[in-house]
């Protein structure tokens, strides 16, 4: 079956820190990969995404990139803020239809001011 | 767009005790999952269902049950309830059963079993 698995936690930075979160997958084929971002006493959030290999997800400042040689797909920020201060959590959705998404355990990130 | 709607929020039970938690989305998604966030353990998958009237069981199915009469609904059951139960659960939906759709999340209800 498909696993992900993220770096250990927690993390803690200054602000405008460079922020890296690894995620590695275990799949058989060919899987979506997705970054999830929780906050405080929140549900998650779709934060990026990736499909295929060689893809680049971005947004809010956020890039991950989907690398099949390696099977990585490492969440990084050039400059964190106290706001992005969350639980991230790295996901894979498999090949076959109506495939389920499977999370890493979530690293916790704080952003000190 | 109310998107993924959870009641309630917050609730206790005792031991023993039998209750719902209700999730509803507006989104005409296909695919709704229930999962329980459990301290270091991440999101473990509880039961899914692919379409109204069908169900099937995740990772962690014992003392829950689901039905999906509609599209919209995805109601999960606590039949007895035990300390064991303690968690956040959230419901999760997705537009179809496609890889390259990600999941909408509800805000999730924090169930504590004493």
């Known amino acids: 079956g498909n696993s992900v698995t993220q770096m250990e936690g927690p993390v803690t930075l200054s602000e405008e820190a460079f922020l890296t979160i690894n995620c590695t997958y275990t799949?058989?084929?060919?899987?979506?990969l997705f970054w999830y971002v929780q906050y405080p006493g929140e549900g998650l959030q779709l934060l990026l995404k990736?499909?295929?290999?060689?893809d680049k997800g971005s947004n809010k400042g956020f890039e991950a990139t989907y690398r099949k040689e390696t099977t990585s797909f490492h969440l990084e920020k050039g400059s964190v803020q106290v706001s992005d201060s969350a639980v991230y959590f790295c996901a894979s959705r498999g090949e076959t239809s109506g495939s389920r998404l499977t999370f890493g355990e979530g690293t916790q990130l704080t952003v000190n001011p | 767009n109310a998107g993924v709607t959870q009641t309630p929020k917050f609730q206790v039970l005792k031991t023993g005790q039998s209750m719902t938690l209700q999730c509803a989305q507006d989104?005409?998604?296909?695919?709704m999952s229930w999962y329980r966030q459990d301290p270091g353990m991440g999101l473990r998958l509880i039961h899914y269902?692919?379409?109204?009237?069908?169900?099937d069981q995740g990772e962690v199915p014992n003392g829950y049950n689901v039905s999906r009469s509609t599209t919209e609904d995805f109601p999960l059951r606590l039949l007895s309830a035990a300390p064991s139960q303690t968690s956040v659960y959230f419901c999760?939906?997705?537009?179809?059963?496609?890889?390259?759709?990600?999941?909408?999340f509800g805000s999730g209800t924090r169930l504590t079993v004493v």
């Open positions: 269902s692919v379409g109204a009237g069908i169900t």
């Open positions: 999760a939906s997705s537009k179809t059963l496609a890889r390259n759709y990600g999941y909408t």
């Open positions: 989104m005409n998604h296909e695919y």
């Open positions: 799949a058989t084929g060919y899987p979506s």
């Open positions: 990736a499909t295929k290999a060689d």
